[in-house]
């Protein structure tokens, strides 16, 4: 059983990474290549300090990790052409990390199925999607958010990094802690008030964290306000899509599967009659 829903979900995944790839291509791609378009004109005009170099933040979560190009730099060949980018390295990426969160999902979904209320396949799929969304993918974008080209300091990349992964380890602990407290309050206070408590937990938590990590702002000056908040909006599109397809096809497979089940055991009982 575990291991079908491992299977399913690294299947949903790699569906919804080709999704998420198309969306790269279509919305985050072109944002990109305008961030790429300031940082050689900013490598141009000035001798200040590197800023990181990641074409293919989009496709990441994070986004704060990257190549450190200085103008010396700059004029030198690319190791990776911007075409190879853009193109097979995005692909490869987009989908190793659909496809993986795709069988977290399957074996979350085996640990939380008739442990969360009675939601059935698809209420617990779109559930714990909802969940999933909000703690691996907004929350801690709202404290460290994906940064495009010319975006935040070399000297700082591991740091960013580490603060980054800090903040979703800690939502992702508070959401399962909130989780938890749900299900022990809902025989004495109902399922409503049990989430309503629960929810008010995980966002106390991560009230305290954001306000107790450190801020990063290297936005550097003179880059567009308008490029960077599309490229942000644009790698969150691709997590919503990701999460999306992971909710709703898993949950629609899973529930045809179960229904399969019932008809193959109902008829084999009746076939003993």
């Given amino acids: 059983m575990v291991r079908d829903l491992l299977v399913r979900g690294m299947l949903v995944g790699i569906v919804a990474g080709l999704l998420a790839f198309a969306c790269a291509k279509l919305i985050g791609e072109p944002q990109v290549d305008r961030a790429i378009a300031f940082e050689q004109a900013e490598s141009g005009q000035t001798s200040a300090a590197p800023h990181t170099h990641d074409h293919g933040a989009a496709s990441m979560p994070a986004g704060h990790a990257g190549m450190a190009m200085s103008p010396q730099e700059a004029a030198e ?18 989908m190793v990390y659909c496809t993986a ?7 979350v979904f085996a640990v939380a199925d008739r442990r969360i209320g009675r939601l059935g396949p698809r209420g ?21 958010p994906p940064n495009p080209p010319a975006v935040g300091e070399a000297e700082t990349i591991a740091t960013r990094t580490g603060f980054y992964f800090l903040m979703l380890l800690l939502s992702v602990v508070a959401m399962t802690a909130a989780v938890m407290l ?5 025989g004495r206070h109902g399922a409503w008030n049990a989430a309503l408590i629960a929810g008010a937990a995980y966002a106390v938590a ?30 969150l599109g691709m997590q919503v899509v990701m999460w999306a397809t992971l909710g709703l096809l898993f949950g629609w497979l899973t529930e045809r599967a179960a229904a399969q089940q019932r008809r193959a055991a109902f008829g084999g009982v009746a076939a003993l009659r």
Avoid at 80 to 94: E, M
Avoid at 124 to 137: D, K, M, Y
Avoid at 182 to 186: I, T, V, Y
């Fill in 101 to 107: 969160f795709g069988g977290l999902f399957g074996l």
């Fill in 77 to 94: 060949p690319e190791l990776v052409s911007r075409a190879t980018q853009a193109g097979l390295g995005l692909f490869t990426g987009v």
């Fill in 206 to 235: 991560m009230a305290a964290a954001l306000a107790v990590l450190p801020a990063v702002n290297e936005v550097p000056d003179g880059f567009p306000a308008t490029l960077l908040w599309q490229f942000r909006m644009a790698a």
């Fill in 124 to 144: 617990t799929a779109a559930l714990l999607a909802v969940l999933g969304l909000i703690a691996v993918s907004l929350v801690p974008a709202l404290k460290y």
């Fill in 182 to 186: 749900r299900q022990r309050l809902a």
